[in-house]
């Protein structure tokens, strides 16, 4: 403790070449390496690979007092369950088998909506008219042709007793709050093809003729404004999601038998299914904060991180290589939350994101985790890592801070491992969050970034 407090550096300071006098004792400490902060808008992030599902895709039209218009839309394939039974289809020219209703079907995934529930959503779904591959890797840049519109509705999801978003029972069973939206029965899609005659079953023989003829769905908010609201919904980790038909035969000379019948179209692990991001800063609070070449002063009082494809901090630490000969015992960034700025709103500015990452750039230009992050991903990443959000009370104050280990990274920088000195700042499942995080600049004169480093001197 002796040696941390008399080699403590309490002076601002550029930290270069010349922070090792020949007079430092072996351990030193600083919290005084100087930072360059921005924030930077993202090109794109995965949204879909086989071996990675999401377990919740986000859908709405958020506008955010602060970083502006944000859209995603959902992208899906349906397969099959099972095969029908080929006699009642027989029974469709006849008017001996009649389809009741059709019902498309998603389960919400509360815990991940971001903003005022109570937000009225235009919710439309459109037959793709693009082919999906679900061998692919798909990018939240990437989209697919909507067609013919199959159904849409205008729900409330805060409102699980309404018309189109239930709590259904059945049986002993309760299912979980779903968003339900009729289908005409006369849609061509049943009417032409999947309810047709008897020829009808030659679609429901294998998920590929199924595909010929119903290649997806795309899900979208269409309000005329952008509203309060980014929703969420499971869909191939939810047991009830697809698209239901609901019908039932009557007896006919060959066939003496009745019955009410269902069919489910769902969506499951071997559909693809993605979701797609866009974002809209003119004229938002952000813009001006967004890096330009002047990347030194855009973060002087703010830095933004946001889920979805949205903004991410950056960070340069210009003088870290100056630690010649330094063995880091420990580098430590922390980031302190800032206070709700005039023009925000407490729904969104009250649930920052939970846990935060750190990447590079790697040859491609690609962003890839810290070395310190790689480490801590096959272990306990709060432990080794840290990134979580952590309230504590510093100068009589309550703060949210996020502290990160890069330790490793700052040595790889010290010996010339690392060809930048930039790192970026991201949330953990970026593409499944909506939630943003507004962080205290540089020029905070007492919460900015700081990177608390003990190092011992190799002589």
């Known amino acids: 403790m002796f040696l941390f407090a008399t080699t403590s550096c309490n002076e601002p300071s550029l930290i270069g070449a010349d922070v090792l006098d020949s007079d430092r004792l072996d351990v030193v400490f600083t919290d005084t390496l100087s930072i360059f902060a921005s924030s930077v808008e993202d090109d794109s ?3 879909f690979d086989d071996l990675n599902l999401l377990t919740s895709y ?3 039209k958020l506008e955010d007092p602060i970083l502006g218009i944000s859209e995603a839309e959902i992208n899906t394939q349906l397969r099959l369950t099972g095969t029908p039974d080929s006699a009642n289809f027989a029974k469709i020219p006849g008017g001996n088998a009649k389809l009741d209703s059709i019902v498309f079907v998603l389960e919400y995934n509360p815990d ?3 903003g005022n529930s109570d937000s009225q959503q ?11 591959d679900n061998n692919a890797t798909y990018y939240s840049n990437d989209n697919f042709a909507a067609g013919d519109l199959l159904t ?3 729900v409330n999801p805060s409102e699980p007793d309404s018309t189109f978003s239930v709590i259904a029972t059945n049986g002993d069973t309760i299912l979980p709050p ?3 939206l009729p289908i005409d029965v006369n849609h061509p899609l049943f009417t032409d093809i999947l309810f047709k005659d008897a020829s009808s079953i030659d679609y429901y023989k294998n998920d590929t003729s199924l595909l010929d003829v119903l290649k997806g769905v795309k899900v979208v908010v269409e309000n005329s404004d952008p509203t309060e609201l980014m929703m969420a919904f499971k869909l191939s980790s939810s047991p009830i999601g697809g698209i239901y038909m609901y019908y039932h035969t009557l007896p006919t000379p060959d066939d003496d038998t009745s019955d009410t019948l269902s069919y489910r179209f769902r969506i499951n692990a071997d559909a693809a299914q993605m979701v797609s991001f866009n974002h809209d800063y003119e004229n938002s609070f952000v813009k001006s904060y967004i890096d330009t070449l002047d990347d ?3 973060g002087e009082q703010y830095i933004f991180v946001q889920g979805m494809q949205g903004v991410l901090g950056k960070l340069r630490i210009p003088y870290g290589n100056g630690l010649k000969n330094a063995i880091i015992n420990q580098a430590q960034l922390e980031l302190t939350i800032a206070t709700i700025l005039p023009a925000d709103v407490a729904v969104y500015n009250d649930n920052p994101l939970e846990q935060l990452f750190l990447s590079k750039r790697n040859e491609d230009g690609d962003l890839i985790a810290i070395a310190d992050l790689q480490f801590a991903l096959g272990g306990n990443l709060i432990t080794t890592f840290g990134g979580n959000l952590v309230e504590k009370t510093k100068n009589n104050m309550v703060i949210q801070t996020y502290t990160m280990n890069i330790s490793q990274h700052l040595q790889d920088i010290i010996n010339g491992l690392e060809s930048s000195d930039e790192i970026f700042i991201s949330t953990i499942s970026k593409a499944q969050s909506a939630n ?3 962080i205290f600049g540089t020029g905070h004169a007492s919460y900015p970034p700081r990177l608390n480093v003990t190092y011992t001197i190799n002589q």
């Open 296 to 298: 030194e002063t855009d």
């Open 45 to 47: 992030i995965q949204t």
């Open 436 to 438: 943003r995080s507004i």
């Open 122 to 132: 235009e919710v439309a779904v459109y037959l793709l008219d693009a082919d999906m």
């Open 178 to 180: 779903q968003l339900r």
């Open 58 to 60: 986000l859908c709405g």
């Open 112 to 114: 991940q909506f971001f």
């Open 152 to 154: 849409s509705a205008t």
